[in-house]
């Protein structure tokens, strides 16, 4: 007997096609659906999405189940796109799998997924959801090294009740063996990577094409003496290394870093188009213990109450960060960490959580 029909989406990665195969196995009546989300420059220098539609014909016809395509490109340029260029046009580094999860795939797709008749949606996300006391929360995934819940955090109660999460207690290194057991052949397919439904290119390239490059001056932040130019502020993002093109020896009474370290970017002015560097990996200016943050989203609509001991995520690849919450309104919230963070980045989103569960979190002001 059918557990009722679900619709996954399918990405034409391992992650999501192993979903989809659980589900089926389970017992469950599923349907794949593939998002064609970006059309600008969908070429086959930079666009993967044809041969990803390849690969999901090829898993569901392995599998046994049928697939719909559906584009949203529409809808990712207004919902996700235009506020990725505003974010950066105003100096800030947006995170767009964040926009992408709770403005795509869990709004457009599952709109679009419950008018297919469907009772439940679910990902290839590392992620869990369960139902616990009358509300339903969001969990770490088992596979702490994938987890993918911090770029979840805005999802809420009506959209986790329609969610499963299949991989949310499997290893990725099991999901592959699962996959290659059952003879699909994107079993050892890459990890995509790059900006959401976009993908990799390069980047300053990209960003140049939406937003023309501004040249200005890059100055050192503890004496204001120019070091070089910058093509554009957004171009630049906190912490920064790579990119800045001021190598040179540090003169002799500055502070921070040693005659070789290299160059950091610490801060941006955003009217006088000025970026500022400093030298040094451990800098003072790189480190915080407090940030505010705003746009928030609570999972549980409930807010974090204010001086108990929680972990948070100032950024994806980084360790939970022993914190608490000093204050919270409806319109922002000041977390204070117990030890400094390095390089806390405007626009990006800090996560909290409670042991595995997360409880939403907000932007980085």
Known sequence: MSKGTVVVGLSGGVDSSVAALLLKQQGWNVIGLFMKNWEDDDTEEYCSSRQDLVDVMSVTDRIGIDVEVVNFSAEYRERVFAEFLREYKAGRTPNPDVLCNSEIKFKAFL??????????????????????????????????TKDQSYFLYRLNQAQLSKTLFPLANIYKREVRKIAEAENLHVAAKKDSTGICFIGERPFKDFLSTYLPPNKGEIRRLDDGKVMGEHDGLMYHTLGQRKGLHIGGIK????????DHDAWFVAGKDMEKNVL???????????????????????????????????????????????CEVERVDAESCQINFAEAQWALTPGQSVVLYESRVCLGGGVIR
């Open 251 to 258: 003169e002799k009474g500055q502070p921070g870093g040693s």
């Open 111 to 144: 709109d679009h997924a419950m008018q297919m008749g469907a009772d439940k949606i679910a990902t290839g996300h590392y992620a869990g959801v369960r139902e616990f006391d009358g509300e339903f929360q969001l969990l770490k995934a088992e596979d702490g």
């Open 276 to 322: 500022y560097v400093v030298q040094g990996h451990d800098h003072p200016a790189l480190f915080n213990s407090s940030l505010v943050a705003e746009q928030l989203s609570w999972i549980s609509n409930r807010p974090p109450h204010p001086h108990w001991v929680y972990t948070a995520k100032p950024r994806y690849r980084t360790t939970d960060q022993a």
